[in-house]
T-cell receptor, first 115, second 111 residues
Framework: DVKVTQSSRYLVKRTGEKVFLECVQDMDHENMFWYRQDPGLGLRLIYFSYDVKMKEKGDIPEGYSVSREKKERFSLILESASTNQTSMYLC??????????????FGNGTRLTVT | DQQVKQNSPSLSVQEGRISILNCDYTNSMFDYFLWYKKYPAEGPTFLISISSIKDKNEDGRFTVFLNKSAKHLSLHIVPSQPGDSAVYFCAASAAGNQFYFGTGTSLTVIP
């Protein structure tokens, strides 16, 4: 089974702090994704990466950056946390791009609260 | 603009009956559709998928139907069980690239 591990389940940070959310997958998947989930808004894509050192903006990249130095690890960075970034953050991976047998596999999420 | 829509925020069904969850999409380029199940404080879990070359895919109690002309898909759960109570998200992509998710439907199965 694919395992996607997010380093923290719960985080509380102060406004203005730099925040790192870490994600590791163990199945040699090419693609990795960061989503946030908010009530009534579903899952919205922040950034994704289809290869090491490659990144693509999703629908809501403002206020975020990412880093993918190794294939198995994808980090989400909040440069200066703000209260509107309080959310559930979900990391996901998929085997490859294209085709119909490559669903997203999600981690358990990080609940971030910015005060 | 929401490309994948789930217009029912919640659904309640008696145990043993059928649960039908609906999803509409607007982008005709979407060719890969998925359903995910999410329990509180956990990540979404992949449930079932369908490609645009099919109109039905079945896996045990779960069946997904795709109506391309109506840009509509549905998930049928038969028979519904209390453990099926969760939030269900539909998702769509074009050629397996970026995935777009609906806002979710919270299913409650009443024992």
């Amino acid at each position: 089974d694919v395992k996607v591990t997010q380093s923290s389940r719960y985080l509380v940070k102060r406004t203005g702090e730099k925040v790192f959310l870490e994600c590791v997958q163990d199945m040699d998947h090419e693609n990795m994704f960061w989503y946030r989930q908010d009530p009534g808004l579903g899952l919205r894509l922040i950034y994704f990466s289809y290869d090491v050192k490659m990144k693509e903006k999703g629908d809501i990249p403002e206020g975020y950056s990412v880093s993918r130095e190794k294939k198995e690890r994808f980090s989400l960075i909040l440069e200066s946390a703000s209260t509107n970034q309080t959310s559930m953050y979900l990391c996901a991976s998929s085997l490859t791009t294209g085709g119909y047998n490559s669903p997203l596999h999600f981690g358990n999420g990080t609940r971030l609260t910015v005060t | 603009d929401q490309q994948v829509k789930q217009n029912s925020p919640s659904l309640s069904v008696q145990e043993g009956r059928i649960s039908i969850l609906n999803c509409d999409y607007t982008n005709s380029m979407f060719d890969y559709f998925l359903w995910y199940k999410k329990y509180p404080a956990e990540g979404p879990t992949f449930l079932i998928s369908i490609s645009s070359i099919k109109d039905k895919n079945e896996d045990g109690r779960f069946t997904v139907f795709l109506n391309k002309s109506a840009k509509h898909l549905s998930l049928h759960i038969v028979p519904s069980q209390p453990g099926d109570s969760a939030v269900y998200f539909c998702a769509a992509s074009a050629a397996g690239n970026q995935f777009y998710f609906g806002t979710g439907t919270s299913l409650t199965v009443i024992p």
